[in-house]
């Protein structure tokens, strides 16, 4: 069977930055996704497509179809008062703020005694990423799988750990959800 669109992919990844050093690696556990629906980057997934069970390769997908540019404009200055009640801010801390469009991760870069500035560029925006991968598994998906747009069961989400619980919250049916 190979990687299309609507297939259940489970694989194994380390991830290295340019400089070599391990970023990410999958673990014990593999990573499952349902392909074509964008649940991982856009340049991994192109990459997967057509691949099969038991093939392992090598590639570098650029920062553009990775996590983005750095973009200067997701840096932004805010008073010190927003965030009053917090005990402690530091550079580096990084917190969900609201917004709009949704919820995003933000770091604090800078914090001085009259403001914070902060980052919305994902940790690795800017890089680009050399993965090495051994696909281990792909299966269809359910019909549920492909209404909620991601792969269902507890495959690589340690048995309804952490991931597993990061899984749910973006399924339109919420941790209620019976995949997860």
Known sequence: MEITKNK???????????????????????????????????????AMEGKKAGASFKLTVPAVEAYGEWDQMLVTTVPRSVFDGAEKLEEGMEFEAQ??????????????????????????????LNFEITIREIRDASEEEITHGHAHGHEGCGAGGAGCAGCSSHCPEGPGCSGH
């Not at 489970?10 to 391990?22: A, C, H, K, Q, W």
């Not at 919820?103 to 890089?127: C, F, P, R, Y």
């Open 99 to 128: 917004f709009p469009e949704g919820s995003q991760i933000v770091k604090i870069i800078k914090v001085t005694d009259a403001e914070v500035t902060l980052d919305g560029n994902h940790s690795l925006a800017g890089m680009d």
């Open 8 to 46: 259940v992919v489970s694989f194994d990844y380390t991830l290295r930055g340019m400089d070599n050093e391990v970023i990410d690696i999958s673990g014990a556990a593999p990573l499952v996704y349902l392909h074509g629906y964008g649940n991982i980057i856009p340049g991994l997934e192109k």
